[in-house]
């Protein structure tokens, strides 16, 4: 093999660090920031934003005709975007959980929280980007398939229409379902035969099945299975050996039972899935931490190629040494605590490099997408649980609130830091393929960061003064409107808050999480039950599933499947069969149609989510109407209606995404290709959990 030559050589400069590039990056970072605030709290799940920043990047500055547009200024816009998307995951997994814990959310709180974390995470990857992307050259999948769309723009690809039908598709969709109300957001299901009760439910939402494209057939339908088996055997079971709530309403009285009991299955579930996750990946994590511990940093900069050209380590470490200041003043500011404050800063400084090379490494391994961010939280609270309750329980004798809320701000900054340096790490990995300077993309990370830090906390106090965040916190405090009817789950924010007020003696449902603990110990002896060659089950996906109301997993697993039939369907009209592994041809088709398929998806989910922002914004306006007021005196759609509304966005949807399939021989080949490819996974199925 020669010597690895980026998209833009060495040799040759470039436009990249422009104003026209920094003014794009803030807006549309703010704007993915905002969306991917609201769509994780809505389901517990963020997509990244590179791709469709880097379309959107691409075809706006081409709108405003500038000629001289460089792949390396596009490049910047895309980190920009990337940094703020990843730190709003690393805020909405961990601050709203003061609000399970009966706290408020404040918004410099939270500000802080995310600048501390967001600028280690950035600045640790300067550390370890030589390491692992050049010397080790580790794959990071996301990153080449942004670099291929860059390429693809570049040389006037036809993508860069395609993102702005699905953003105008998502917010119309959005505006009508979510604003103007005219269509019931779900539907549910649910009957009692004979004491055994039933019940079933599908969020009508276009976002919700996006996201079940990104992540494909097999993380939806292992969400789905985990889904199926809290609510299909686990809540009827536990209803008929201790009995239904009493409610006159069937489905109001499953879900009340599935939410008290069940759903802390889950709840044990992801904890010990989380920490096997990191067990199971050890030998990966060590040789990363490995390679990063070893690395040589005293190289001189000015020596090395303009490619290889980093934030200089003497800048790099002086800012490590304020931010850790800052820090420990913040913990002795928000704990009341000078040996608390100390302590939380050492563990930081310890552990955050650790975590910032766990995630960066994962993440060029399995990707962002498949990174166990979540384990590596609960692993860090555990940690963090153990010092408080030494530091601040027994030496400092605080109480049980104070402990609390101490273990969750320590730890809050480290999820932050971990969130962003896979994703960081990605954007590098982009950057290297196309040849851009790395501390020139690495200024535009930290900026891209403050943005996100800025619109982050200002996104979640609006959506909570609008919504409620947390069914906990809207148990406590309903909206004086309408209740708890449009809460946002936010997931994990309540799994953590949980886990907090569990380990310093809360009000835990234990029998529940030891029995997610032993679903756990049964999914992970399974691989040895089903041999080297059965499905190896990703136990935080099932957890997922069983945590999540049934109506957003069933979503999902749709979109999952429509992903599944429409590349399947590719394979079988370039071979011919779907016997075997799929010829060269069919396999680029069908990932062509992945690629189409992700960034309709991408737009979908910006423009439902940012009209979502939108609509809380237009809610907390004094003096002006909520917009289901506007058109009020149209009503509601029925049921029926409601589900044809769907439907008939959902085959938009479709038909954009199947208009690249390779020509079928009459006008029904779809329909029957599709029971084929379905017969077929059926079959494949069987075939793979069949034991040896």
């Known amino acids: 093999m020669g010597e690895f030559e980026p998209y833009v050589p060495a040799s040759k400069s470039l436009p990249e660090l422009t104003k026209r590039a920094l003014l794009l990056g803030i807006v549309l970072g703010a704007l993915m920031t905002a969306a991917n605030t609201y769509l994780g709290l809505y389901i517990g799940m963020t997509v990244s934003a590179s791709i469709p920043a880097a379309v959107m990047s691409m075809l706006l500055l081409r709108m405003l005709r500038f000629k001289d547009v460089s792949i390396l200024e596009n490049n910047v816009v895309q980190t920009m975007t990337s940094a703020g998307e990843s730190l709003a995951a690393g805020i909405i997994f961990t601050m709203p959980a003061l609000l399970v814990m009966g706290r408020q959310m404040d918004t410099l709180t939270t500000f802080i929280v995310a600048v501390l974390g967001g600028i280690l995470g950035t600045i640790f990857t300067i550390t370890l980007r030589r390491v692992f992307i050049v010397e080790e050259a580790l794959l990071y999948p996301e990153g080449i398939a942004c670099e291929e769309v860059l390429v693809a723009g570049q040389k006037g690809g036809s993508q860069l229409v395609v993102i702005l039908y699905a953003l105008g598709l998502g917010a119309l969709y959005g505006w009508m379902v979510k604003g103007f109300e005219l269509t019931k957001a779900k539907i549910e299901i649910a009957t009692e035969v004979i004491g055994f009760r039933i019940y079933s439910s599908l969020d009508y939402s276009l976002s919700l099945v996006a996201v079940g494209w990104i992540v494909g057939l097999n993380i939806a339908s292992y969400i789905f299975f985990g889904a199926v088996l809290g609510v299909f055997i686990l809540t009827p079971i536990y209803g008929l050996t201790y009995g239904w709530p009493v409610d006159a309403d069937i489905a109001h009285g499953f879900k009340t039972l599935w939410a008290t009991h069940i759903r802390f299955v889950g709840v044990g579930c992801m904890v010990v899935g989380g920490l096997w996750t990191l067990i199971d990946m050890r030998k990966t994590i060590s040789s990363g ?164 830090a800025v619109v982050a906390p200002l996104t979640l106090t609006v959506l909570n003064e609008a919504f409620r965040i947390t069914p906990t916190y809207c148990a406590a405090n309903p909206h004086p409107e309408w209740g708890c009817t449009k809460v946002l789950e936010a997931p994990q924010a309540e799994i953590i808050g949980t886990l907090i007020e569990g380990m310093f003696g809360g009000s835990v449902n234990y029998p529940m999480l030891g029995l997610g603990v032993m679903v756990a110990a049964i999914i992970i002896s399974s691989r040895w039950y089903l041999g080297r060659n059965g499905p190896k089950l990703p136990i935080m996906s099932i957890a997922i599933g069983m945590y999540l109301p049934f109506y957003l997993s069933g979503t999902i697993f749709l979109g999952g499947i429509l992903n599944h039939l429409v590349t399947r369907t590719a394979h079988l009209r370039i071979d011919g069969t779907l016997a075997g592994t799929p010829s060269q041809s069919a396999f680029k088709s069908g990932k062509e149609l992945v690629s189409r398929g992700t960034l309709l998806s991408a737009g979908l989910i910006a423009g439902e989510a940012l009209m979502g922002v939108l609509i809380a914004v237009f809610i907390i306006i004094p003096f002006i109407p909520p917009p289901n007021d506007w058109l009020g005196f149209l009503g509601t759609l029925g049921p029926v209606l409601s589900t044809i509304f769907f439907l008939w966005f959902f085959g938009v949807f479709t038909w954009l995404v199947t208009r690249s399939l390779p020509k079928a021989k009459t006008p029904f080949s779809l329909l029957i290709d599709w029971g084929y490819v379905v017969v077929d996974g059926g079959r494949r199925l069987i075939s793979k959990i069949k034991p040896n």
């Open 289 to 452: 931490l490995k390679k990063a511990l070893n690395s040589n940093t005293s190289e001189d900069i000015k020596q090395l190629p303009r490619t290889e050209q980093d934030i200089p380590m003497k800048y790099a470490f002086i800012v490590l040494g304020v931010i850790a200041t800052l820090t420990f003043f913040f913990y002795w500011w928000k704990t009341g605590s000078l040996l608390l404050a100390i302590v939380g800063a050492l563990f930081l400084s310890i552990t955050a490099f650790f975590f910032s090379a766990v995630a960066g490494y994962i993440a060029g391994v399995v990707g962002s997408s498949n990174s166990p961010v979540s384990g590596m939280t609960i692993a860090t609270l555990m940690a963090t649980t153990l010092i408080v309750w030494i530091v601040g329980g027994i030496i400092l004798d605080m109480g049980q609130t104070e402990l609390m809320y101490a273990t969750l701000i320590i730890a809050s900054v480290v999820a932050v830091n971990a969130a962003i340096a896979g994703d960081v790490m990605q954007d590098l990995k982009t950057g290297h393929l196309v040849g851009a300077t790395p501390w020139k993309q690495q200024i535009a990370e930290l900026i891209g960061v403050m943005i996100g």
